[in-house]
């Protein structure tokens, strides 16, 4: 089952006639609904909306800079090899992020795994959020060439009650050669730990 979400028609129609000169990124419908469902715009080549705050109730515009972008790239350029380095690659991205934004969104006190119960939402991401910034940040990486062994795939769901699941969202990436899927998903995680990546197979499995 799939990340679902009811999109909004009023940004759809805007999407779809553009964003003036930025340029639209390639996007499956299902990811496509992950903007139009809070009504924000995806990312281009140059900047992505972060949403924290719990179902992305809050929303800050981050404007990559020349040395973010550096940054970044020596990173992936450290998974060229294969990919299973790509993906350690792409953990220690996602790391840098939640670092770099950690002062600027008040959340470098975050909990793993924060929802309502934990009444600190402002400061915090639910798994909705963490899987919005974690496919805006490969959209972001794919635009910038330095994805070479994966695709993005669909954002992936879990929520087996029988299981003891909550329910629960993640970002994916595919291996471009084997056709396996990765979760990439920081929402188990505390400020500044690096992200769970996993075969999605083992990720339906997990608590």
């Given amino acids: 089952m799939r990340f679902q979400f009811v999109a909004a028609a009023s940004l759809a ?23 139009t469902s809070v009504e924000i715009l995806p990312p281009n080549a140059s900047r992505m909306t972060i ?3 719990f179902v992305c109730r809050l929303r800050y515009i981050f404007d990559f800079t020349p040395g973010d972008r550096r940054a970044l790239t020596d990173i992936l350029n450290k ?3 294969s990919p299973e380095a790509e993906r350690k ?8 992020l939640d670092r770099r934004l950690g002062p600027v969104l008040n959340t470098t006190k975050r909990l793993a795994r924060a ?6 939402d402002d400061r915090n991401y639910d798994c909705y959020d963490t899987t919005r910034n974690a496919v805006s940040l490969l959209l972001v990486l794919r635009e910038w060439g330095l994805l070479r062994h ?7 769901y879990r929520g087996r009650f029988l299981l003891g699941q909550t329910p629960h969202n993640t970002a994916v990436l595919k291996d471009s050669k084997s056709g396996t899927e990765w979760v990439v998903d920081l929402w188990t995680k505390a400020y500044g730990e690096p992200p769970d990546v996993m ?4 990720w339906l499995k997990e608590d």
């Fill in 13 to 35: 129609a805007s999407l779809a006639a553009g964003t003036g000169a930025a340029r639209a990124v390639e996007m499956s419908p299902q990811i496509s609904q992950l903007y």
């Fill in 51 to 53: 949403c924290y705050g």
């Fill in 79 to 81: 998974g060229k090899a």
């Fill in 89 to 96: 690659a792409v953990q220690l991205a996602v790391q840098w």
């Fill in 115 to 120: 929802d309502f119960r934990h009444r600190d």
């Fill in 150 to 156: 994966h695709t993005i795939a669909d954002p992936e």
């Fill in 199 to 202: 075969t999605v197979e083992k």
